[in-house]
C-alpha cells in the first residue's frame, strides 16, 4: 500500500514539475514582418515570419524541423502554408493565398515547442491585424542587420523574456519597446485549474486503490 501511494505521489509531482516547466519558457512567439497594405481572395502573397524562443531569439535546441503558418476561417477549416528557411536563423517565408472571402486567424505550426495559436487575424478581402505581444520584455540578442519586427506589447501583457539569451550578447536594440496596445496573444502556459483537476483525480485513484487493496488483503 505504501510504494503504491509513494509511485503515485511521484506521477502527480512529475506532472506538476512538467507543467511549470512549460510555464517556465517550453513555448515560442511568431512575428510576422510587414504585411499588405491589403489582402484579396485567391491572390498570392509571401509572409515573413520569425519563431522566437522565450519571444526573444531563435530556437536553441538544434533544429526546429519544418514550420508553416496555418489560416482558419470562421467554419474552422484551416489551410497550411509550408515555411521556408531564410538566411537568417529563425526566420521563414511562406507563400499564403486565402481561398475564400471571410475573417481568417494565422497561427504557427512545428512539431517541437509549443506554437503561437494568434499570430494575426485577417479580413479578405481587407487588412492584417498582427496580433500584439504578450511580451513586456525581451531577452537581449545581436540580431545584427536582419531582425524581427516587434509588434507592441497587449496592455494585459505579463511575460518577461529571459535575462541572458543563450550564447547572444546584450545589445540594447533587441530590446522590444515597451509600448501599451490591445488584444490577447497566445503561446499561454496551460491553467493551474487543470493541473489541480489532474492531481485530485490522481489523489482520488490512488484513495480507491488503496482500499481496494485492503479489502483484498482482509480477505
Sequence with gaps: ???????????????????????????????????????????????????????????????????????????????????????????????????????????????????????????VPGAVEIAPSQMTQRAPYDWGTARPSFPPSDAGAALVGPETAPSAPTTEAAVAPKSQSSVDKPARPLPWSLVALGGVATIGFAVWLGRRFARANRG
Design 1 to 123: 500500500m505504501r510504494r503504491i501511494l509513494v509511485v503515485l505521489a511521484l506521477v502527480l509531482a512529475s506532472g506538476l514539475f512538467a507543467t511549470s516547466s512549460a510555464q517556465a519558457g517550453n513555448w515560442e512567439e511568431t512575428l510576422l514582418d510587414p504585411v499588405p497594405a491589403r489582402v484579396e481572395p485567391g491572390v498570392t502573397y509571401t509572409f515573413g515570419y520569425w519563431i522566437l524562443q522565450h519571444g526573444s531569439y531563435p530556437f536553441m535546441g538544434g533544429d526546429l524541423g519544418p514550420t508553416a503558418l496555418v489560416a482558419k476561417d470562421q467554419e474552422g477549416i484551416a489551410v497550411e502554408f509550408a515555411g521556408t528557411a531564410a538566411p537568417t536563423k529563425g526566420h521563414y517565408f511562406a507563400e499564403v493565398v486565402f481561398p475564400h472571402k471571410g475573417t481568417w486567424t494565422i497561427q504557427s505550426k512545428h512539431e517541437v515547442i509549443m506554437t503561437d495559436t494568434l499570430v494575426a487575424t485577417v479580413e
